[in-house]
């Protein structure tokens, strides 16, 4: 057998090592138009920064090891440009000589990934306008950082690479800008959790620019059809509600996503699905015969839903071509899908999500019920500190379709806890009874994902319902007489409060029941949720007919609000 493989990175090499793993008959080879094969191209932002001091710490193996490890032919330098799935040839350019050959497989696999979207404004290709895909994208801004006087950066696009490389620069003192069209940063996120990450970015002096546009990138020319090279770059200027603006640059970086590489996918002949990536079966083959196609190019299958997703990460892509590596030689595996799990730090915050966002799950068409649970990683006593945990139900059913999670420490656990729960479809109330790791050390007696699994039962069937301040506000806007119970102490009242709200201390909320109208809908809350429940239970018993907890409480509220 004769296997192909484009790409060398994530998915590409780790279907050949798994293909050689289980057979030493096959002839492997790998073309990879870079220098670079198999290298961590999360780590890039943090070499940047110097958390990384050396680039070789990225790009541990080189094709020689790879030749030697594995047996598996590796050519660097070597782009593949034409494909005919019917011969089952690829044509090959020599980068480095120019020359042109043909090749030929039994198995051909398509791990080409994805480029950066560079958007089409004037001034793009001026020099110190960088994206961040791989080692030499790297190389390149570090070394016009280092070896120029920059001091003024603006980033283009608040999703991960857009934050990690802000953080990054930050931490090397320049003043950066972050520039994202969407109404907050990670827009992955619900804007309740989202509005988080906008808040944490301006506290490290970020200026986060939202609802605003990229107009073009001007330079030392001073105008833009200038004939010659482009000058280099000296600002950006921006469309954002308030108008136009110009915004000093030395470096930008463009960060605004990516796209599936598909010229050979096309050339094959393979359907490309509805996400815009090439629709495979659960094993990595596309509707071509010997053609496969996994990591970032390829489709995966959304757990929650069972429909076709696409979200590019590493390990998604490292599942992938373990997987069509497999299968291509006698395997039976199958791809079970992703839930799109997901962390990343910004700042003093870990910002992590897995399965729906609540926005994602109406979509669906799901009926939902949502809880904002602000707990402790561990006891205070201990240094712990408050993560917020947005979670996502059915409720017909109470299954668990998604969670979201922002704080300093803990978040990584907990997002994979939900993760696993989601993955082997857990309901709200399972959560409660998982039996999770304790000590004061780690973790509180009742665990965030506990409470998270506690609250978000009872709102499921209905015993406790919840009403997240989106929500109550979208009611209220729409002329929906609604009373507001702030269940807090009257110092904590006059400190802020939810707009329109009466003030009933809990301990004097029984015998001052009679100030409220039974029959409106009514929402209890307090600082976080525990008393604001507390509050709710007391009214339920008393006759109230229609009453909600506010999800999060105030803190939630204002956060929300601000």
């Known amino acids: 057998m004769k296997i192909v493989v484009v790409g060398s990175v994530a998915a590409g090499t780790s279907a050949a090592a798994k293909a050689r793993r ?22 890039l932002p943090y070499y940047l920064g110097g958390e990384v001091e050396s680039i070789d710490d990225l790009t541990p193996r080189d094709a020689a090891w790879f030749a030697k490890r594995y047996g598996v032919d590796v050519r660097t330098g070597h782009e593949v440009t034409g494909l005919d799935a019917a011969a089952r040839t690829v044509t090959v350019l020599d980068l480095a000589t120019d020359e042109t050959f043909t090749d030929t497989y039994d198995e051909l ?5 994805v480029s950066p979207v560079v958007p089409p404004v004037p001034g793009i290709d001026r020099p110190g306008v960088f994206t961040l895909r791989n080692p030499g994208d790297a190389r390149a801004v570090h070394a016009w950082i280092t070896e ?32 994202e069209a969407q109404d907050h940063a990670m827009p992955r996120m619900d804007g ?7 808040a944490e970015l301006r506290s490290h002096g970020v200026e986060l620019l939202t609802r605003t546009r990229l107009g073009r990138i001007d330079g ?112 039976t ?58 979670a996502v139900a059915d409720r017909a059913t109470g299954r668990l379709l998604g969670a979201q999670a922002i704080g300093p420490s803990g978040v990584d656990k907990r997002i994979d806890v939900l993760a696993t729960a989601i993955t082997y479809g857990a309901t709200a ?29 009872g709102a499921v069937d209905g015993r406790t319902p919840l009403i997240s301040p989106a929500e109550l506000d979208r009611r209220r806007d729409a002329g929906e007489q609604i009373q507001v119970v702030d269940v807090r102490s ?8 939810v707009d329109g709200a009466v003030n009933i201390p809990l301990a004097e909320l029984r015998s001052r029941s009679g100030e409220l109208d039974p029959t409106l809908p009514t929402v209890t809350y307090c600082n976080k949720g525990v008393s604001g429940n507390a509050g709710q239970n007391v009214l339920r018993n008393l006759g109230f007919g229609e009453v909600s907890n506010l999800s999060g409480g105030n803190k939630n509220y204002q956060a929300y609000r601000s």
């Open 22 to 43: 289980n057979t030493e008959d096959a002839q492997i080879t790998i073309y990879e138009r870079d220098s670079d094969i198999s290298y961590s191209g999360c780590g």
């Open 109 to 113: 696999v398509l791990a080409t990934g």
């Open 148 to 179: 120029r006087d920059v001091a003024r950066v603006v980033v283009v696009g608040a999703g991960y690479i857009g934050l990690e490389t802000a953080e990054q620069l930050v931490g090397r003192g320049l003043e950066v800008t972050v520039v």
């Open 192 to 198: 309740d959790m989202s509005a988080r990450v906008d």
């Open 220 to 331: 030392t020319d001073g105008t833009e059809d200038a004939a010659g090279a482009p000058g280099d770059v000296t600002s950006v200027v921006v469309q954002g509600e308030d108008g136009e603006r110009s915004i000093p640059a030395d470096l930008v970086l463009v960060a605004v996503g990516v796209r599936p590489n598909l010229d050979l996918a096309r050339a094959a002949g393979a359907t490309v699905g509805p996400t815009g990536a090439v629709a495979v079966d659960r094993q990595g083959r596309t509707d071509v015969p010997h053609v496969w196609a996994v990591g970032d190019v390829a489709e995966s299958f959304d757990v929650a839903t069972g429909e076709p997703t696409w979200v590019p990460l590493g390990s998604t892509a490292n599942k992938m071509g373990r997987i069509a590596g497999d299968a291509l030689t006698g395997g």
């Open 333 to 390: 595996p199958a791809h079970r899908g992703i839930l799109g799990t997901s962390i990343v730090r910004v700042f003093d915050q870990a910002v992590a999500q897995t399965g729906l966002t609540e926005d994602r799950a109406r979509d669906a068409g799901y009926d939902v019920a949502v809880v904002h649970n602000i707990k402790p990683d561990r006891p205070p006593y201990l240094g712990g500190r408050e993560m917020l945990i947005k």
């Open 429 to 457: 109330d399972d959560l409660f009874h998982l039996d999770l790791a304790y000590a004061p050390t780690y973790a509180t007696t009742k665990d965030p994902v506990h409470y998270t699994g506690m609250a978000l039962a």
């Open 490 to 497: 009257a110092k904590d009242h006059a400190r802020s409060c």
